[in-house]
T-cell receptor, first 108, second 115 residues
């Protein structure tokens, strides 16, 4: 069975500080991993996926198969980054599993 | 393409009534996922459906909850005899199920309040 773990429910940082939101997964196959963001009372939006290896809004995430991690990073947090962040895994059977989410609060 | 549409956006039900939540996936999407989000909590998987089939319902309570995705029309999440603990936001997502590079798109959710 696949599992996605986000160990921190809440992460609070000051504006301009680096941010790392942790995500670990367990899956026996080759996973497709994503980060979704949910701004206050809005729908979830795709932030980035490991396949495209792109940077969105200054965020990056690298898949580390050895550590089974897909941590989300940003060197300098902005207040508008405050949101709920979800790590997600698509398996080969198209089953989409989310982690429990991390609420990021960026203080001025 | 209007995106994933959920209705109603807000639903108020008295204890014991039935709640029916609808999700119209994006055009061309045959895979639908339902999630529940309690206040200040993360997303909890409920059920995964493809057209006319339930693929995984391991996150859905066995009692009172059911889901369907008929050949024609939206996916329906049905909650019978609602209780206060059912109050939550229910999100639907859809995808093409096309394997690599597939992506799930979310609706705006239905906020169910049981009074």
């Amino acid at each position: 069975a696949q599992r996605v773990t986000q160990p921190e429910k809440l992460l609070s940082v000051f504006k301009g500080a680096p941010v790392e939101l942790k995500c670990n997964y367990s899956y026996s196959g080759s996973p497709e991993l994503f980060w979704y963001v949910q701004y206050s009372r809005q729908r979830l939006q795709l932030l980035l996926r490991h396949i495209s290896r792109e940077s969105i809004k200054g965020f990056t995430a690298d898949l580390n198969k050895g550590e089974t991690s897909f941590h989300l990073k940003k060197p300098f947090a902005q207040e508008e980054d405050s949101a709920m962040y979800y790590c997600a895994l698509f398996n080969a059977g198209n089953m989409l599993t989310f982690g429990g989410g991390t609420r990021l609060m960026v203080k001025p | 393409n209007a995106g994933v549409m959920q209705n109603p956006r807000h639903l108020v039900r008295r204890r014991g009534q039935e709640a029916r939540l609808r999700c119209s996936p994006m055009k061309g999407h045959s895979h639908v996922y339902w999630y529940r989000q309690l206040p200040e909590e993360g997303l909890k998987f409920m059920v995964y459906l493809q057209k006319e089939n339930i693929i995984d319902e391991s996150g859905m309570p066995k009692e009172r909850f059911s889901a369907e995705f008929p050949k024609e029309g939206p996916s329906i999440l049905r909650i019978q005899q609602v209780v206060r603990g059912d109050s939550a936001a229910y999100f639907c997502a859809s995808s093409t199920g096309a394997g690599m590079n597939t992506e799930a798109f979310f609706g705006q959710g239905t906020r169910l309040t049981v009074v």
